[in-house]
């Protein structure tokens, strides 16, 4: 009798180690599944970004430095523009400016991809040839409306002064001839209820100022 206790006991303790790793096993599989999920995750979104950049920036075509020192230094793309304060007639004069797609990684300041970067080229030296080199410009960096109205301001802030970062340093850009501002959602120029809406709004504008 005493053996066949003894015997019980032993089988209990045996199944009860063998339940106690079958539970860490269990919690052991939940940890490597969740795991790959997230890997999963993390992928796809980069596959989408990835591809969403490649369409975008497929769609474009990147101004080349002599397009854009042209337009940027022929006198014939100034335009009037006329306001009425009153009875007084303001008429003021409106320099060439020049829309530029330079696609960044989501909610950041960081340049996206190669498209880009052979944009910013293009454009640096263009701002730093002999014909521009008179000039200064402004950086107007724009936005979408996704998002609240006080980060995208300060987003795009922060891409213009990345823009004007990486054309000083690369290109010998005088930093005062190149003035940095973040507009985010306020100009929109087309509308924010579509995707290709936003993608117009997502926007740096170079302008000559002087």
Not at 128 to 136: D, F, H, M
Not at 146 to 164: F, P, T
Not at 181 to 191: D, F, I, K, Q, T
Request: glycine fraction near 6%; charged fraction near 30%.
């Amino acid at each position: 009798m005493q053996y066949a206790e003894c015997l019980k006991n032993r089988c209990n303790a045996v199944k009860g180690t063998l339940y106690d790793a079958i539970k860490v096993e269990s919690f052991q599989r939940a940890i490597v599944l969740q795991m790959i999920k997230q890997i999963r995750f993390v992928f796809y979104t980069a596959c989408f970004f990835f591809c969403s950049f490649a369409v975008l920036a497929g769609s474009w075509n990147v101004i080349t430095s002599e397009e854009f020192e042209k337009k940027m230094s022929d006198e014939s793309q100034q335009k009037t523009e006329t306001h009425q304060l009153g009875n007084v007639k303001i008429i003021r004069q409106r320099l060439p400016e020049i829309i530029v797609h330079i696609l960044f990684k989501p909610g950041s300041a960081k340049i996206a991809d190669a498209f880009s970067k052979k944009q910013l080229d293009e454009v640096g030296k263009a701002l730093s040839s002999e014909g521009l080199s008179k000039y200064s410009f402004e950086i107007a960096g724009h936005t979408d409306s996704a998002g609240s109205e006080k980060l995208n301001l300060k987003l795009s802030e922060q891409r213009a002064n990345v823009i004007k970062e990486y054309l000083c340093k690369k290109y010998k850009i005088l930093p005062e001839k190149l003035i940095a501002r973040g507009y985010g959602e306020s100009m929109p120029v087309a509308s924010n209820d579509t995707i290709a809406g936003r993608k117009k709004n997502r926007r740096v504008v170079i302008k000559r100022i002087k």
